[in-house]
């Protein structure tokens, strides 16, 4: 969709609705339209479907057939319609994907919502597990909190944005609200191993336990224990 606002292309109906990776990520077709591409100093129409879901440019098997393409892989490049070769570059991008606002939200005043929002990657293979988007300031008092999206997860992903000023804030559709990152999820179980090696190796939690009030039951004393252990790793141990 980018590359289509950016040309000004038209988007007419796609007998094609959807289409699946080879990871097994959807991808939702908008539309069909025609491409002018200058290949080699050949114009080289093409017909490509249109999708939110990916902002790379991506060529199929079937386009390479249809124009007599040879690839020489040893050398990596690739000749069109029996035109000149083309050298091929490897281009690495930092940025596996981007999140937009799936509608138009409104946030009142000091108030934290949750809000609709589509992944757009650079292809299907970038993402695969869990990614992070980080927090930052959109505009004036309107801020993106750092939310986990899961890429495998094909239902409706939100991310949560924090007003803090006394004004109403509006947010349109297709606001970009940052890149993500891919990050791993630790398992419950390695949290659990997590708190207990903080219950052992801080001797500031240990302190504070030691110190929890007397009258405390033996019920509210293992709660207060166990949730000085659970943040053990950020307790200043000054």
Known sequence: MRLVRKFNLKVTNSLTKQLKAANGTGVTIEGVTEVPLIVADQLVKTYALVSKDIFEF???????????????????????NGGAWIQLNERRSVICGRVYADADVIIPPRVQRSVPVRMVVSKPSCVTG???????????????????????????????????????????????????SEVQVLSNEAGSETSERVFHDNEAVSDLIAKLPKELNIQQREAGASLLCRFGDILSCN
Request: net charge negative; charged share 25%; aromatic share 10%.
């Open 58 to 80: 991506i060529i199929g098997s079937d386009w390479l057939v249809a124009h007599y393409c040879n690839w020489d892989f040893r050398n990596s490049c690739i000749s069109v």
């Open 130 to 180: 869990d990614t992070i988007l980080e927090s930052k300031r959109l505009k004036p008092g309107l801020y993106v909190g750092r939310t986990l999206v899961s890429g495998a997860d094909e239902g409706q992903k939100t991310v949560f944005l924090m007003n803090v000023s006394e004004d109403e804030q509006f947010m349109c559709e297709e606001t970009c609200l940052g890149a993500i």
